[in-house]
């Protein structure tokens, strides 16, 4: 990658992390103040406020690496790798949350299975977010012992043995700990289209009754439900995406051919999350 297109990428990720600083920033502070203000928060607010304090650090981490790409010690790029890997897994889980918490609350399916869950979830949510915390949390733990300093590329090009390093568990390998991240962040992946998705039907389903109750395409009401799928579509491509550049991101690669590889992830990564 030249110089010159490495700077504009770069200044690129720097200006959606800090306008997705500011918009996430915006909505916390709002969700606190009238948390205060009521002494009770929405299920939904709940929701939206770890998913912008996620992306909120997630966006930091970024930004950071950004501005700082060439990092001398050891243990900041071991702290930067940390809180990248549990904020990208923080922002998965959570948004999967709101997209499971929307489709029963939405979703007009009459199945026995579905009502029992459209039951059951608003009460869960507390749980379910404590829950993706914790995950988030398990599955950054490995990383504080892995060995950056170790190559993963000889003179070659070609991959050497899998980088190991030490923990209280054992030599546990990089691919290992890699395999462990990407098994936490598959399932939240499958929340979100199996939610998403019963919800883009549900609503598909609803428009095509209301288009033939009515005269005309151009209802409002038909117009606002037609905009909505067209959301869904776009939220479920954008976050397709981030999963994908994620995933490469942990991929390891030659150092020769990786910029390349980092800086469209990470643009990607800084897209989605600002949106």
């Known amino acids: 990658m030249s110089t ?3 700077t504009i990428v770069q200044v690129f990720i720097m200006t959606q992390g800090a306008v997705g600083m500011v918009a996430n920033a915006f909505i916390v502070a709002v969700g606190y103040t009238d948390w205060v203000k009521r002494k009770k928060l929405p299920t939904c607010d709940m929701i939206l406020i770890c998913l912008s304090t996620s992306r909120l650090l997630l966006q930091g981490t970024i930004l950071h690496s950004a501005l700082f790409p060439e990092i001398g010690q050891w243990n900041v790029l071991r702290v930067h790798s940390v809180l990248l890997v549990l904020a990208s897994t923080a922002c998965l889980w959570f948004a999967a949350c709101l997209s499971t918490f929307y489709c ?3 979703a007009t399916f009459t199945q026995r299975c ?3 869950i459209k039951l059951r979830v608003p009460r869960m949510v507390p749980q379910l977010l404590l829950g993706s915390v914790l995950v988030s949390l398990i ?4 990383f504080i012992w892995v060995d950056y300093s170790t190559y993963l590329c000889n003179s070659t090009r070609s991959l050497l043995r899998n980088a190991t390093f030490e923990s209280p568990f054992g030599n ?3 691919f290992k700990c890699f395999f462990m991240y990407l098994t936490w962040t598959i399932i939240p992946l499958l929340f979100f289209l199996v939610s998403s998705t019963l919800l883009i039907a549900s609503l598909w389903r609803h428009t095509k009754e209301m288009r033939h109750g009515v005269m005309g395409f151009k209802d409002p009401r038909t117009e606002a439900h037609i905009t909505a799928i067209k959301c869904l579509i776009s939220f479920l491509i954008c976050y397709i995406c981030t999963f994908v550049a ?3 991101l942990g991929i390891p690669s030659c150092r020769a051919r990786n910029k390349w590889k980092y800086n469209i992830c990470m643009l990607v990564v800084a897209l989605s999350s600002a949106m």
């Open 172 to 174: 546990v390998s990089y």
């Open 4 to 6: 010159f297109i490495h």
């Open 104 to 106: 029963v609350k939405i």
């Open 246 to 248: 994620e995933i490469l």
């Open 139 to 142: 599955s950054s733990l490995p």
């Open 114 to 116: 579905f009502l029992i």
